[in-house]
Nanobody, 116 residues
Framework: QVQLVESGGGLVQVGGSLRLSCAVS????????MGWYRQAPGEKRELVAT??????TNYADSVKGRFTISRVNANALYLQMNSLKPEDTGVYYC???????????WGQGTQVTVSS
């Protein structure tokens, strides 16, 4: 089993910054790809950014140039968010994919609210 716990969300004004963290515990050696997803009220959960164990990254077009994903092995995952916009508001979830089985693990989410 793998446990993911997010932190770092909060209320920020337009143009501000936040840094989200995700602490990973359990069978962390089995985690390959990790990522951040978000879900706005009434919307589907969407990909924000992913990073592989080889540090290959992928970003949603809406956050390119503003957000940066990083990881410390499989122990911790981060998302640096700059130049925040109201449309960035939502619950942000940490995700880890187990190599081999492809099992997907999720954290409980952390709320990010960007006020205009």
């Amino acid at each position: 089993q793998v446990q993911l716990v997010e932190s770092g969300g909060g209320l920020v004004q337009v143009g501000g910054s936040l840094r989200l963290s995700c602490a990973v515990s359990g069978r962390i050696f089995s985690i390959n790809r990790m990522g951040w997803y978000r879900q706005a009220p009434g919307e589907k959960r969407e990909l924000v950014a992913t990073i592989t164990s080889g540090s290959n990254t992928n970003y949603a077009d809406s956050v390119k140039g503003r957000f940066t994903i990083s990881r410390v092995n499989a122990n911790a995952l981060y998302l640096q968010m700059n130049s925040l916009k109201p449309e960035d508001t939502g619950v942000y979830y940490c995700n880890g994919i187990q190599s081999g089985s492809g099992t997907s693990y999720w954290g409980q989410g952390t709320q990010v609210t960007v006020s205009s």
